[in-house]
C-alpha cells in the first residue's frame, strides 16, 4: 500500500501540466527542486529492497513457519533511474515553456516601453527646436518687430509639447516588463516543443516498465510449533509479463502522436499564442503605415504653406510661418514615432518568426 502510494504521488507529478506552474524566471529553480527532489523519494524507494515477514501454514497438517527476508525488482531499479530523467525532462520542459510563454506575454508591452522612450528623444528634440523659435520671438517683440500674440501662439505649443512629455513618462512608468533573453521567440518555441517530445518519450519509457518484471526475494523460514529445527535460508526467482504489452506500446505511440497534435492545436499553448501574436505584429504594421501615409500628406500640405508664408516679409506672414513651425514640430513627432513602431514591429517579426 505504501509503495503504491508514492508511485501514485510521483505520477501525480510528472505528469502534471507543466502550464499549472508557468510564472516567472525566478520560480524555475524552486519548481525544478521540487519535482527532482520528489523523484529522487520515488527513486530511492524503487531500488531499495523491501523487507517483510509473514506467518504461513504450506500445507494442511504442516506445522505453521514464520518467514521472513527481501525482496527486489529488477522492473523497479529500472523505474529508479527513468523517474529521474523523467524528472529533468520535466525540468527542462519548465524552463522553455516559461521562457518562451514569457517572451510572449511581454513581447507587445517591450516594444511599447521602447517605442515610448524613442518618442521622449523625439519630443525632447522638438523642444529644443520650439525653444529656438521662441527665442527667436521673444527678441523680435522685444524689437517691436511681432506682436506677443504669435509668441503665445509658440508658447501653447510649448505646453502642448510638455503635456506629451509627461503623459509619455506616466506610460512608460505603468509598463512592467521583467528581463528577457535575447534568444529569439522561435527558438524558444522550438526548445519547448523538443521538451514536451523529450519529457512524453521518458514517460512513455516508465510506463512501458509495467509490462514485465523479474522479482528476486531471499528470507529465512523458521517452523514455529514444534520447533524441530533453527531457521533455514531459502531463495525465490518470479518472472512476469504482461501479454498486452505490445497493445500498450500501440496505444502509447498513438498517445504521444496525439499529445504532439494536441499541442499544436491547443488554444492557450505557445504555439497558438505564438501566432496570435505574429497577428498582432502584422496588423499593428498595417495601422502604423496608414497612419504613417496620412501624416505625410499633412506634413506635406504644411511644407506648401511654408514655402509660401516664407515668400511674404508681413507680420501676418511671419505670424503664420510660426504657426506652420510649430505644427510642423509636433508632426514630425507624430511622424517620427510611427517610423520607429514599423521599422520596430518589423525587426521583432523578422527576428523571432
Known amino acids: 500500500m505504501v509503495l503504491n502510494k508514492w508511485r501514485f504521488l510521483i505520477a501525480a507529478v510528472l505528469f502534471l501540466p507543466v502550464q499549472v506552474f508557468a510564472a516567472g524566471q525566478g520560480d524555475q529553480q524552486d519548481f525544478c527542486t521540487y519535482v527532482m527532489e520528489q523523484a529522487q523519494a520515488q527513486r530511492d524507494l524503487l531500488r531499495t529492497p523491501i523487507a517483510f515477514a509473514a506467518m504461513t501454514q504450506p500445507e494442511t497438517g504442516l506445522p505453521m513457519q514464520v518467514i521472513g527476508?527481501?525482496?527486489?525488482?529488477?522492473?523497479?531499479?529500472?523505474?529508479?533511474?527513468?523517474?529521474?530523467?523523467?524528472?529533468?525532462?520535466?525540468?527542462?520542459?519548465?524552463?522553455?515553456?516559461?521562457?518562451?510563454?514569457?517572451?510572449?506575454?511581454?513581447?507587445?508591452p517591450s516594444l511599447e516601453r521602447e517605442a515610448l522612450r524613442n518618442r521622449l528623444a523625439l519630443i525632447e528634440q522638438a523642444s529644443k527646436s520650439l525653444d529656438a523659435l521662441m527665442e527667436k520671438a521673444s527678441k523680435m517683440v522685444e524689437a517691436q518687430n511681432a506682436t506677443r500674440l504669435m509668441l503665445f501662439s509658440l508658447q501653447t505649443t510649448k505646453i502642448k509639447l510638455q503635456a506629451d512629455w509627461a503623459d509619455t513618462q506616466s506610460k512608460i512608468a505603468a509598463i512592467y516588463v521583467p528581463q528577457l533573453g535575447e534568444e529569439p521567440l522561435?527558438?524558444?518555441?522550438?526548445?519547448?516543443?523538443?521538451?514536451?517530445?523529450g519529457e512524453q518519450k521518458a514517460l512513455d519509457k516508465l510506463s512501458r516498465q509495467n509490462e514485465w518484471d523479474v522479482a528476486l526475494s531471499v528470507g529465512v523460514h523458521q517452523q514455529v510449533n514444534p520447533l524441530a529445527m533453527g531457521a533455514q535460508p531459502y531463495g525465490q526467482v518470479t518472472v512476469n509479463y504482461n501479454f498486452a504489452?505490445?497493445?500498450?506500446?500501440?496505444?502509447?505511440?498513438?498517445?504521444?502522436?496525439?499529445?504532439d497534435q494536441w499541442k499544436r492545436l491547443q488554444e492557450?499553448?505557445?504555439?497558438?499564442?505564438?501566432?496570435?501574436?505574429?497577428?498582432q505584429l502584422v496588423e499593428s504594421v498595417?495601422?502604423?503605415?496608414?497612419?504613417?501615409?496620412?501624416?505625410?500628406?499633412?506634413?506635406?500640405?504644411?511644407?506648401?504653406?511654408?514655402?509660401?508664408?516664407?515668400s511674404a516679409d508681413t507680420s501676418a506672414a511671419l505670424d503664420f510661418q510660426n504657426q506652420l513651425t510649430a505644427a510642423q514640430?509636433?508632426?514630425?513627432i507624430e511622424t517620427g514615432d510611427?517610423?520607429?513602431?514599423?521599422?520596430?514591429?518589423?525587426?521583432?517579426?523578422?527576428?523571432n518568426f
Open 329 to 332: 514640430l509636433l508632426l514630425e
Open 186 to 197: 522561435k527558438e524558444l518555441v522550438t526548445e519547448k516543443q523538443s521538451g514536451e517530445a
Open 268 to 279: 492557450g499553448d505557445v504555439n497558438r499564442s505564438m501566432e496570435v501574436l505574429r497577428q
Open 245 to 259: 504489452g505490445r497493445a500498450i506500446d500501440k496505444h502509447l505511440n498513438r498517445a504521444e502522436e496525439a499529445h
Open 286 to 310: 498595417s495601422v502604423q503605415e496608414t497612419k504613417l501615409r496620412s501624416l505625410q500628406e499633412e506634413s506635406g500640405q504644411i511644407d506648401k504653406n511654408l514655402q509660401i508664408a516664407r
Open 338 to 351: 510611427s517610423a520607429f513602431r514599423i521599422d520596430l514591429l518589423r525587426g521583432y517579426v523578422a527576428k
Open 69 to 108: 527476508g527481501a525482496s527486489l525488482s529488477l522492473s523497479d531499479l529500472r523505474k529508479a533511474g527513468l523517474t529521474i530523467d523523467a524528472a529533468r525532462k520535466n525540468c527542462e520542459l519548465y524552463r522553455a515553456a516559461t521562457e518562451a510563454r514569457q517572451e510572449i506575454q511581454y513581447a507587445l
